[in-house]
């Protein structure tokens, strides 16, 4: 399944014939990449994330460069400017430039989205690889916790721990991926059984290969699809997440700017600065319905049958 | 076979039930550190005061020690007093109940309404321009996060339409403080919450609702009722959309929990005062017993839809056994 075809290799009758008239061996990686590549919408939905990604991580060049503003800084005197002219998207309460803290923002918003799917998925492949491998007991116990922290009416916890640890991103995404693991071990979970069944994973087993080296080297790399499919669909649903929290000013704290939290304040101000409701709101949509999209041609690109 | 499977959901929701309170309470427990609810709201009360406060709260004992009391309590039918308000828990739910069923449900049965409809016409001109308009529009749903949504609505239908002097939409709360709380003054105050809620559901529930069409007027027994003459018409909402359904069902009976926590950002935003946004308020305010009884509802209500929808997928499809 994995790796290049050796058919071509073997000295069988009719393997010359098989490789002159068949199209040359491609893997399973490169066939969901030739998919992919050829889904021009999921593509340039990956595309705009990565132009999105690059300007994040590229923040303090363009503040320098392009609007010339730092995320932080007040001018009294420039408060509820529209936009236009100096500050293309106009100013805030503060004074503070639209479009620097929507850059800035986009550098905290993104990041902790990324961290969450990161966390997320290595906790949930690590709980649901050893409950779908060693199954019994230790199956019963891991999904039993699955399910009840998936029971847990996730933003009473979001709640509770925002006050316990006052988030940085980094906390913050530490507490989104408290319960979006869950999902990521059944998921792996349901792989594994599959998977475990088949005459390879015998056959490693036989030849004296340990648990471990099992799970990391022969299972991994057949959920690895699987993960990738959930983690493009799961970016965006975390930034919805992590936007609502930031937004009832449980997520990142102010001054810092988010895409969330730069709409806490802006209903005070509906009256007369309208803008500062449009932007951040439209940022947070576009990312979100990329990543959707994405995720989805990412699906149909490792799954074609699944495709509707 | 169905007694068995029922006696294990049981047993097993019990734990669960357990544990999830026990995890919440943990968490205020450590998080609140020596602090008292209510404190804050009164500047004069001295030291020994707050003292015998925490005495007669019960915060001075291990969390272990309160969480038995606690649960003796829910055992027989008590969830204590608010810690900082002093009424029954249970009166502030029953308080708020209402008004978050009035809205949930309200955004449920606008979504069933439209969602269907939508679905079935996806599925039966699939690859038409209304197909694809009506895929993007969901696709859309998806994306939009829902507080900003209320934002703009709020922007829209009460701010902008006001400053035109135009009759605007309430933008917050069930009803008007002032001689409100009729009927036409309640829908009012319905219209923009119940307007993001309902655009959520639409948009996951007409796509399922298209997928489970598609796949169900692909099966042999569609093929057989046209072939025998039955009419379009007949074929499509008797044999197609029926079984189409259960889906449906399903999801609807996972949004039961819903009522708590998914409308939580929206009963926030609209000020609505619902079960949300009071667990909201209070878990800021560390008013455990409040707090406690909302989880342990919010946690009956997770087990019960997910209960209610493997039982009615039973009812629905016989070919689904419980093992």
């Known amino acids: 399944m994995i790796g290049p075809s050796r058919v071509a290799e073997l000295d069988m009758p009719g393997a010359a014939i098989e490789t002159t008239t068949s199209r040359p061996a491609q893997s399973y990686w490169n066939e969901s990449w030739e998919r992919l ?23 303090p060049l ?25 500050h293309m998207l106009g100013t805030d309460e503060l004074g503070r430039d639209t479009l620097t803290r929507l850059i800035w923002g986009g550098r905290v918003t993104l990041g902790v989205a990324f961290l969450t799917v990161g966390i997320a998925l290595s906790a949930g492949t690590a709980v649901g690889m050893a409950a ?15 399910d009840m ?44 059984l599959s998977v475990k069944q088949r005459d390879f994973i015998m056959a490693t087993r036989s030849i004296g290969a340990r648990d471990v080296r099992v799970m990391i080297r022969h299972l991994l790399p057949n959920v690895l699809p699987v993960l990738i499919v959930a983690a493009s669909l799961g970016v965006g649903q975390i930034i919805l997440i992590e936007a609502a929290l930031d937004f009832l000013g449980l ?40 990543s959707n999209i994405f995720g989805n041609a990412v699906r149909d690109a490792f799954d074609p049958r699944l495709k509707s | 076979m169905l007694a068995k499977y029922m006696a294990r959901r049981f047993l097993a929701s019990i734990v669960v039930v357990l544990g999830v309170t026990a995890i919440t309470l943990a968490l205020m427990k450590t998080t609140s550190g020596s602090y008292v609810p209510g404190i804050d709201l009164n500047p004069s009360l001295r030291p020994e005061d707050i003292a015998r406060l925490r005495a007669d709260l019960g915060l001075d004992r291990p969390g272990w020690q309160w969480y038995i009391t606690w649960i003796w309590g829910v055992l027989h039918g008590d969830f204590g007093h608010s810690m900082i308000d002093g009424s029954t828990v249970t009166s502030h739910i029953l308080d708020r109940l209402p008004n978050t069923i009035e809205l949930t449900l309200t955004a449920i049965v606008i979504g069933v309404i439209i969602a269907i409809p939508v679905g079935v016409i996806g599925a039966l001109r ?48 069930a009803y008007s403080a002032v001689n409100g709380g009729d009927f036409f003054d309640r829908v009012e105050h319905l219209i923009l919450p119940a307007t993001v809620l309902s655009f959520f559901y639409i948009s996951t529930w007409s796509r399922f609702i298209r997928s489970s069409m598609l796949e169900v007027l692909s099966q ?16 499509v909402y008797l044999h197609g959309l029926r079984n189409a359904l259960i889906p449906l ?41 409040t707090v406690m009884g909302v989880t342990f509802f919010a946690t009956l209500l997770v087990i019960a839809g997910n209960l209610l929808a493997d039982v009615l997928y039973g009812v629905l499809d016989p070919r689904i056994r419980y093992g």
């Not at chain 1, 779908?132 to 699955?146: E, H, K």
């Not at chain 2, 042999?220 to 074929?235: F, P």
């Not at chain 2, 609209?270 to 878990?283: D, M, S, V």
Request: proline share 6%; aromatic share 12%.
């Open chain 1, 37 to 59: 590549r050829h889904n021009p919408i999921g593509m340039a939905a990956g595309v705009l994330i990565l132009i999105f990604g690059v300007v994040a991580i590229l923040a």
């Open chain 1, 62 to 86: 363009f503040s320098a460069v392009l609007t010339h503003f730092q995320p932080q800084s007040v001018d009294l005197l420039a408060t509820f400017k529209p936009p236009g002219g100096a």
């Open chain 1, 132 to 146: 779908g491998y060693y199954g019994g007991w230790a199956d019963d116990a891991l999904m039993r916790f699955v």
């Open chain 1, 149 to 192: 922290v998936l029971a847990i009416p996730a933003i009473f916890l979001f709640i509770l721990m925002s006050i316990l640890i006052h988030p940085t991103p980094v906390t913050l995404a530490l507490i989104i991926a408290s319960v979006g693991w869950g999902n990521v071990a059944r998921l792996v979970r349901g792989e594994v």
């Open chain 1, 251 to 290: 997520g990142i704290q102010p001054p810092t700017a988010s895409w969330g939290n730069m709409l806490t304040n802006a209903e005070s101000y509906f009256y007369h600065s309208a803008w500062l409701v449009y932007f951040p709101g439209v940022m947070i949509f576009v990312t979100v319905l990329c």
């Open chain 2, 126 to 173: 699939h690859g038409s321009k209304t197909d694809h308009t009506m895929t993007v529009v969901s696709v859309a749903g998806f994306a939009v996060p829902q507080f900003w949504m209320g934002l703009i609505l709020i922007l829209i239908f009460s701010v902008t339409l006001e400053q035109h002097g135009l009759p605007w939409l309430p933008s917050s709360g």
């Open chain 2, 220 to 235: 042999d027994y569609i093929r057989t009722a046209r072939a025998k003459g039955m009419s379009e018409r007949r074929v």
């Open chain 2, 249 to 289: 069902i399903t999801l609807i009976g996972l949004e039961l929990p819903g009522l708590v926590s998914g409308g939580l950002v929206v009963e926030v935003v609209f000020g609505w005062p619902g079960i949300g946004k009071l667990a909201f308020e209070r878990a800021l305010q560390y008013d455990y017993t």
